[in-house]
T-cell receptor
């Protein structure tokens, strides 16, 4: 069963912040985040392992709550280049080397 | 370092035909995964290969098959094509250990008419 992402779509103005959530019904080993621009391949952003760590990548950061099997991606001071579709990919605790992706969140940043 | 290479980029096939897609991973990557991407279903996992062995398989019919060669290159085959098989097929390579990031190719766009 694939993880559930919310919201499905969001429109921002440059400089605004956004949060994208990813929720799974299974015990997770890790959560990956990827961004895909139109007509391009998904690009890796970051991985979070069980342990509740938070990671950062420029002005994009993420957290992972392993007890709730939830992860959130935080985009601060958004830039036009942040536009694209964001996917979370989850790796089950008991099923390694296989990522199940959420349905994606379409993010559009406008001037 | 060269990225993941998928060939061909575009394919148009007729219902009932079969098709073979190819993927060359990043040098040193021994794990190759295949995904089907459609507007309605998102990214659906097909299978994952490591050292010529299929380690994981998604929920797709037996018409979808794959293999991996000793140089880690991988192919996937779809037989008896159906209209619903029209999609972008993405290949991704990674290092062998868990929690390694996936590096995606640009995909093969398959259209079945």
């Amino acid at each position: 069963q694939q993880p559930v992402q919310s919201p499905q779509a969001v429109i921002l103005r440059e400089g605004e912040d956004a949060v994208i959530n990813c929720s799974s019904s299974k015990a997770l080993y890790s959560v990956h985040w990827y961004r895909q621009k139109h007509g391009e391949a998904p690009v890796f952003l970051m991985i979070l392992l069980k342990g509740g760590e938070q990671k950062g990548h420029d002005k994009i950061s993420a957290s992972f709550n392993e007890k709730k099997q939830q992860s959130s991606l935080y985009l601060t001071a958004s830039q036009l280049s942040y536009s694209g579709t964001y996917f979370c990919g989850t790796e089950d605790l008991n099923a390694g080397n296989m990522l199940t992706f959420g349905g994606g969140t379409r993010l559009m940043v406008k001037t | 370092k060269a990225g993941v290479t998928q060939t061909p980029r575009y394919l148009i096939k007729t219902r009932g035909q079969q098709v073979t897609l190819s993927c060359s991973p990043i040098s040193g990557h021994r794990s190759v995964s295949w995904y089907q991407q459609t507007p309605g279903q998102g990214l659906q996992f097909l299978f994952e290969y490591f050292s010529e062995t299929q380690r994981n398989k998604g929920n797709f019919p037996g018409r979808f098959s794959g293999r991996q060669f000793s140089n880690s290159r991988s192919e996937m085959n779809v037989s008896t094509l159906e209209l619903g098989d029209s999609a972008l097929y993405l290949c991704a390579s990674s290092l062998e250990q868990r929690n390694s990031p996936l590096h995606f190719g640009n995909g093969t766009r398959l259209t079945v008419t």
